[in-house]
């Protein structure tokens, strides 16, 4: 029965529609203009009318296209609501975030501790992936902490700190300037255009020399690799974000501090409205406070 109905074309028009611009709905859909041109062309040619009079200065609905346009945002308004109906209701005194295991176990936890004590009723559920969630999809998750290259438009994000990747040793251990030298090693994702590794940070460092005299120790995980050059096995490449805490305890110090590698912005992002929830609102206020008091 519906197997033939456009849903995506229908979609689209309504955003360009509600919108007033192809590149405004663009901007909300997370495609391109011309990909919303298309469909709307296509729905167009389904219904056998102009939807959109173009013109010099953009577009406007024909008289056909208001007329869809009340028809079909209600339709999709009727349709949210049910599918909403479905979502289980949310705890007003829970949150449920997730992150990597190495942001929570190296920042938020060992801070975590003054959030309770500022809001004692909300209980916070913390969940570790290093692959991102579809916040989207998964209604249970309400808030994620994440470090972002490009931010997702479809997606509200609070920027909390801006990370770069520099070298820490164990304070008092020897950098010999001859043979064999230990670099710790972690496979760091990244998707800024600079590679954050350690071929990368020699060059900038003018140590062409240290590729080739390298033993690598490997880890998989970056609270295992600060563990290890914690304990004075080697230098390490360590997110600044991440080292904070055992360089202000004294057991990591920074080596040529002046030589770094940008890298991403750690922030908070949801769904947009989740922000609004009274949990969600205090933890990223929460957070905030954490972040200036960093400064």
């Given amino acids: 029965m519906f197997a033939r109905l456009p849903l995506t074309a229908l979609r689209t028009f309504e955003s360009a529609a509600r919108l007033g611009g192809f590149k405004a709905a663009a901007d909300e859909l997370a495609v391109t203009p011309a990909a919303v041109s298309h469909q709307v062309k296509s729905l167009e040619q389904h219904v056998g009318v ?38 289980p209701d949310r705890d ?28 004692p009723d909300v209980q916070v559920r913390v969940q570790t992936d290093n692959q991102l969630v579809d ?42 300037d001859q043979g064999p030298l230990d670099l710790i090693s972690v496979p760091w994702q990244s998707q800024a255009p600079l590679v954050l590794d350690w071929p990368t940070w020699c060059e900038r460092a003018g140590q062409s020399d240290w590729p080739a005299r390298a033993r690598l120790r490997q880890y998989d995980d970056e609270h ?18 991440l080292v904070a805490d055992s360089v202000a ?47």
């Fill in 50 to 87: 102009l939807l959109f009079e173009r013109t010099g200065q953009g577009v406007r609905l024909t008289a056909d296209g208001e007329r869809l346009r009340l028809q079909v945002h209600d339709a999709l308004r009727d349709l949210l609501g049910s599918l909403s109906a479905l979502v």
């Fill in 92 to 119: 007003t005194h829970s949150l449920t975030l997730t992150t990597t295991a190495a942001f929570a176990s190296l920042w938020l936890i060992p801070r975590l501790g003054d959030f309770y004590r500022r809001y």
């Fill in 135 to 176: 916040l989207h999809r998964d209604a249970a998750v309400d808030l994620a902490l994440r470090a972002v290259i490009q931010p997702d438009p479809t997606l509200f994000a609070q920027p909390l700190l801006a990370e770069f990747m520099a070298v820490y040793l164990q304070p008092g251990l020897v950098v010999p």
């Fill in 224 to 241: 295992y690799a600060l563990q290890a050059a914690v304990a004075g096995h080697g230098l390490v490449l360590a997110s600044s974000v």
């Fill in 249 to 295: 305890r004294g057991l990591l110090a920074p080596y040529r501090a002046q030589v770094r590698l940008p890298a991403a912005t750690y922030c908070a992002v949801c769904v947009p409205g989740q922000e609004r929830r009274a949990p969600v609102r205090e933890f990223i206020a929460w957070l905030r406070s954490q972040v200036e008091g960093c400064a």
